[in-house]
């Protein structure tokens, strides 16, 4: 079976600064994506980055970034030069090539300071 | 405008009575899926359904149903709602899951059994 751990239920941030977000899955499969979602407190889910298990290069979207260690099993999320903005909640996902069942993480809810 | 459209966004309700929450999408997605957040718990799956008539259990379909008669539909039925069955449901739709191609969240359902 799956499994995705978000170990961080709260973090705080300066703004300005860059903040990591850990990440760790279990997975028996060779195929699988690795996604991040943000949830503001308005409560839409906001698709943020992308990790593919075969892909060989670390995500980047902007100013998120993935470090992606695959036999460590993590992805874990750093966002550059923190915004007021980026505060939510951030869940990490999972989802086999093959069965397409999602797991989500717990979540870990940022709150970025002025 | 691509979007995932859920009904009702909130829902008060008593045990017992049959409820549906409707959810629709325009961008022609295969992959469809019902979640359920709660806190200190994230999104957890209840059904997914890959195709028209193909769905399939998530991690909590207890309580729950779904129907995939058409593309752009994938209600939730729940038949005889209880209340720990209160929660925000969300439901999403993608293109390819396990691949790139993120799920769109509809903006959610808060649904409360009383």
């Known amino acids: 079976a799956q499994k995705i751990t978000q170990t961080q239920p709260g973090m705080f941030v300066q703004e300005k600064e860059a903040v990591t977000l850990d990440c760790t899955y279990d997975?028996?499969?060779?195929?699988?994506?690795l996604f991040w979602y943000k949830q503001p407190s308005s409560g839409e889910m906001i698709f943020l980055i992308y990790q593919g298990s075969y892909d060989e290069q670390n995500a980047t979207e902007g100013r998120y970034s993935l470090n992606f260690q695959k036999a460590r099993k993590s992805t874990n999320l750093v966002i550059s030069a923190s915004q007021l903005g980026d505060s939510a909640m951030y869940f990490c996902a999972i989802a086999s090539s093959g069965t397409y069942k999602y797991i989500f993480g717990t979540g870990t809810r940022l709150k970025v300071l002025a | 405008e691509a979007q995932v459209t859920q009904n009702p966004r909130y829902l008060i309700t008593v045990t017992g009575k049959k409820l549906t929450v409707t959810c629709s999408q325009n961008?022609?997605?295969?992959?469809m899926s019902w979640y359920r957040q709660d806190p200190g718990l994230g999104l957890r799956q209840i059904y997914y359904s890959m195709n028209v008539e193909v769905t399939d259990k998530g991690d909590v379909p207890e309580g729950y149903k779904v129907s995939r008669k058409e593309k752009r539909n994938f209600p939730l039925i729940l038949e005889s709602p209880s209340p720990n069955q209160t929660s925000l449901y969300f439901c999403?739709?993608?293109?390819?899951?396990?691949?790139?191609?993120?799920?769109?969240f509809g903006d959610g359902t808060r649904l409360s059994i009383l």
């Open positions: 997975t028996s499969d060779q195929s699988y994506g």
């Open positions: 961008m022609n997605h295969e992959y």
């Open positions: 999403a739709s993608s293109s390819d899951p396990g691949s790139n191609q993120p799920q769109h």
